[in-house]
């Protein structure tokens, strides 16, 4: 048994270290580049979210490295992430190769089962253990990321804060047991704690919102955060894949009481669920607008139904709000220059709005971003 799964940002990390505590062979596909995206839009169909496409084009390069055991997620609710596996699967038949896939819907009992298929004969605390590493790496992936999209707009030496990055991604991927994961959580933390810093005013804060897959992978997005932070705007994502673990398959306390504040605070504009992330998209736009967030980035792949229900709230809960939104809808059509031009231009407006009084010329700038 070979197991691969798709990307998602570093969800790699986190799952080549649980399915090898499992005694399972991990391979670990390709990095996301234009060949997965080129195969995944070849064989699927046109009008399907880019989420499906690029995780497809995951899965057909790993077959062609040898891979026969594909670890993929179920969804629930009015979201076509739902029908992912049933359909990829169909696809990769259909196009010949052999196979088995293995769907861990987003609930506790349900991955325990899952998990039985791929170790059968392990123990419960062999289990935990292999999960307690990859939720530490993801964990301690998150914390950090979190650190350097913050300090990238603000470090003396541009570079530097990226430099701590990969370097801890790279020590954190090898860990092989908790106590190494936290020792370099630690230093890479005092490591850019150390790096030194511009002396000036704040830099702008810029909160994103949207659907998670855009949101974490990189490629796809990009790299919007990393463009962001290079024109010195601190960066605050609403979404991390901690945040998806804890709130999704262990349901912890305070990520439901959090999930039950934002759909308050949405009631007023979405008085329902509608599926993925597009009820928090709305919520997080108030909640930012409220904390006095400069600006607001909604990323979504082009034809998500949950996303474009709130990108068509959006325009008034951010007047409400007082603050602005650029929505960035992405498919294998979108263009590097085309998405820089955007982003360059909102930052420039954000920029000039910064020193006016809080919600003036709102309208006439939102007005120029729709």
């Known amino acids: 048994m070979i197991v691969t799964f798709p990307h998602m940002g570093h969800l790699s990390i986190a799952l080549k270290a649980i399915f090898t505590g499992l005694g399972c062979t991990v391979l670990t596909p390709p990095p996301v580049s234009k060949r997965t995206l080129a195969l995944g839009v070849k064989h699927a169909p046109e009008t399907v979210c880019l989420p499906f496409k690029v995780t497809l084009g995951n899965f057909i390069e790993a077959l062609e490295l040898g891979a026969d055991t594909l670890v993929t997620c179920g969804g629930v609710g009015p979201c076509r992430l739902g029908y992912y596996a049933e359909v990829q699967q169909g696809i990769l038949r259909a196009l010949g190769y052999d196979f088995t896939m293995v769907v861990f819907e987003p609930n506790l009992p349900d991955v325990l089962h899952s998990i039985r298929r791929l170790a059968p004969r392990l123990g419960l605390r062999q289990v935990y253990q292999a999960f307690r590493l990859g939720l530490a790496k993801v964990n301690a992936l998150d914390d950090l990321e979190r650190q350097v999209s913050c300090l990238r ?131 997080y736009t108030l909640h930012m607008g409220q904390s006095g967030y400069d600006g607001l980035i909604h990323v979504f792949p082009f034809t998500c139904m949950p996303e474009v229900v709130a990108k068509n709230i959006l325009p008034k809960a951010a007047s409400d709000a007082a603050i602005p939104v650029l929505s960035l809808a992405f498919d294998e059509q979108s263009g590097e220059a085309g998405i820089v031009t955007r982003l360059e231009a909102f930052v420039d407006l954000l920029r000039l709005r910064q020193n006016q009084p809080r919600g003036s010329n709102l309208k006439v700038l939102q007005a120029f971003l729709s």
């Open 153 to 283: 707009a603000r470090e003396a030496a541009p570079g530097s804060a990226d430099a701590v990055w990969q370097d801890a991604r790279q020590a954190i991927d090898a860990a092989a047991d908790l106590a190494t994961v936290r020792r370099i959580w630690q230093d890479s933390t005092a490591r850019l704690a150390a790096v030194s810093v511009r002396a000036g005013p704040a830099p702008l804060r810029i909160g994103i919102v949207g659907e998670i897959y855009v949101m974490l992978e990189p490629f796809v997005n990009l790299d919007l955060v990393r463009r962001l932070g290079s024109m010195d705007v601190e960066v605050h994502q609403t979404m991390y894949l901690s945040d998806y673990v804890n709130g999704h398959l262990f349901r912890r306390r305070e990520y439901l009481d959090l999930f039950h504040r934002l759909a308050t605070l949405a009631q007023p504009y979405l008085g329902h669920y509608v599926g993925g992330h597009g009820l928090k998209s709305v919520a």
